[in-house]
């Protein structure tokens, strides 16, 4: 529910529509590549990893 609030909140913050497309387009890209690659990338590696450790 709070959750809910904050992202309906946060709709409200851009002053207009060019400036909600500028943060979506320069500021989102480069911080959802660290959510889409990186994470999970490092996850995987872990993954990996904690495999090769266990005796079979």
Known sequence: MV???LIFAASFL???YTM?????LKVSV??????????PFLLYMT???R???KPA
């Open 3 to 5: 959750l809910g609030i």
């Open 47 to 49: 993954m990996n990893l």
């Open 20 to 24: 909600h497309i500028w943060i979506g």
């Open 30 to 39: 480069k911080v959802f590549t660290i959510f889409q690659i990186v994470i």
């Open 51 to 53: 495999r090769t450790r």
């Open 14 to 16: 851009e002053p207009n």
